[in-house]
């Protein structure tokens, strides 16, 4: 049996970074997990093939060696996924679908001939089981959660890693909060779950041999959900892991209450971790507690903040306007905030509300749904009626992000993250990646950019000043390219 494992092509978002892998001659951020997972999973003697549309191009020779194509993604892939379906049909090729994009709209997709839903480690030998005996459904699903001690290393040898800027690896699913806006816990359970750390070691350790040296997203909605493990079990094993071979840096998304334990930060930051993601939302107190975000509430956010950044983490924030209660001026004490507490990559979308929320399941009650959620956080949509008037919401986040990602404004947000920001392992040799991109960016934004007067005189300012973390200004400079690309072709052109 030949198994054609095919990822739909992302549009270009926010997170797709698709202007900025241009300065160091990749396609795309990370490859497919979940299909690299699901490719372990099956028989080992199957052929395996993976075609990430992202990198590389589908092949009418790839179709004709298939017997099956396995297909996954997220909902921001819903259109590319349609098209990817009805050419394999076109070829004759049955398709065999998972993941959240079709966990969450099920009956959206009649044209799929098998649906492998939630968590594969218990779907997929389903579906094995009655192929092998010519009895396959349609529809497999449960309300099980997975045992992640049975969830094997992803296949990395699938997978053409010189293509990509991060690599991607799991230790846990689910989270303990229950924001109204959010559908982890519908789709993996308010319980964490954790691998344990030998796992997450042995996919390490297979990307080492893969000749991987460059970046790792954990990809975990909330990694610190489960502190005993982490502190206990998984840091102390990577602590350990990073001795005696070059320095592996980790990124991770993490809870706001992280910044209550300095023994934990410094502990990830001996491991690795630079980075990480905080849902921060909004900073009015009242539309915290209306969507539930009750981990954010009765805090000095800014300080918070602060404090993960002069612990050695750079903070990346998710934002989000058009609660039921946001006034008009909600738009200046969201750009006002980011300012002030240095968040240089600033998320801000539209509320949105995914199937399988509270949010969800109350606007559909009170009628004001206006279709289902694109699943792109930045692109100026939402699929609610908000009280503010959709008119008002669309010109107040327009000029949010115009503002936001103005060279002006966004370069300043980046000094005052490196004036925070304090590490001590910074001084290391640059890469051959690193050199290109820096000898891109001089030219793009020093040379041919209209941010080239920012650009220079941020580069002065981090040589005279913070002269360790010049890497890391050239990096989030060339960031601020992409974000304000996507901002000006799919948002502000509208």
């Known amino acids: 049996m030949n198994i054609l494992l095919l990822c739909p092509e992302f549009p270009d978002t926010f997170w797709s970074y698709k202007h900025a892998l241009k300065f160091i001659g990749c396609k795309s951020t990370q490859p497919p997990l979940g299909l690299l997972t699901v490719a ?251 969507c539930s975000k009750h981990q954010n509430t009765d805090r000095d956010l800014a300080e918070d903040i602060k404090r993960m950044q002069r612990a050695g983490l750079e903070v990346q924030g998710g934002f989000i306007v058009g609660f039921d209660g946001d006034t008009p001026g909600i738009f200046k004490r969201q750009l006002d905030f980011i300012q002030r507490s240095g968040i240089v990559t600033a998320m801000v979308g539209m509320l949105q509300a995914p199937i399988g929320t509270k949010l969800y399941e109350r606007m559909f009650r009170e009628g004001r749904l206006r279709g289902i959620s694109s699943g792109d956080n930045v692109d100026g949509s939402t699929n609610i009626v908000p009280t503010m008037g959709l008119a008002v919401l669309n010109d107040g986040y327009r000029k949010l992000l115009r503002q936001l990602y103005a060279p002006k404004p966004y370069y300043k947000r980046i000094r005052t993250f490196l004036r925070e920001y304090t590490r001590t392992d910074q001084r290391s040799l640059p890469s051959l990646r690193n050199m290109r991109a820096f000898g891109k960016s001089m030219l793009k934004l020093g040379v041919l950019g209209k941010e080239r007067v920012q650009y220079w005189k941020l580069l002065i300012w981090t040589v005279v000043r913070r002269p360790s973390l010049l890497k890391q200004a050239i990096t989030l400079a060339i960031c601020g390219y992409h974000y304000r690309k996507v901002c000006e072709m799919h948002v502000l052109a509208k």
């Open 40 to 290: 372990a999973l099956l028989p080992k003697d199957w052929g395996k093939r993976l075609v990430d549309l992202n990198v590389k191009k589908l092949m009418p020779a790839d179709l004709e060696w298939a017997d099956y194509a396995f297909i996954g993604g997220m909902v921001v892939q819903k259109a590319a996924a349609r098209r990817l379906i009805e050419r394999c049909h076109a070829a004759g090729l049955k398709v065999v679908a998972g993941g959240p994009l079709f966990t969450s709209e099920p009956d959206s997709w009649k044209e799929v001939d098998h649906l492998v839903l939630n968590e594969a480690e218990i779907t997929l030998p389903r579906f094995l089981a009655d192929l092998e005996r010519g009895q396959a459904q349609k529809v497999y699903a449960t309300d099980e959660f997975a045992d992640l001690h049975t969830s094997p290393t992803p296949l990395w040898e699938l997978a053409d890693l010189r293509r990509y800027s991060l690599m991607g690896v799991q230790y846990s699913r689910g989270c303990p909060f229950q924001c109204d806006f959010c559908n982890v816990t519908t789709l993996f359970g308010r319980a964490p779950r954790t691998k344990n750390a030998g796992q997450l070691i042995a996919e390490l350790d297979g990307l080492r041999r893969a000749g991987w040296r460059s970046g790792i997203f954990i990809v975990d909605d909330n990694l610190i959900a489960n502190r005993r493990h982490l502190r206990q079990e998984l840091l102390p094993a990577l602590i350990q892991w990073q001795k005696g071979a070059p320095r592996t840096v980790f990124c991770t998304q993490v809870s706001i209450d992280l910044a209550d334990d300095a023994k934990l930060m410094s502990q990830m930051v001996q491991a690795g971790f630079d980075t990480v993601f905080v849902g921060v939302e909004t900073p009015d107190e009242g539309r915290l507690a209306e």
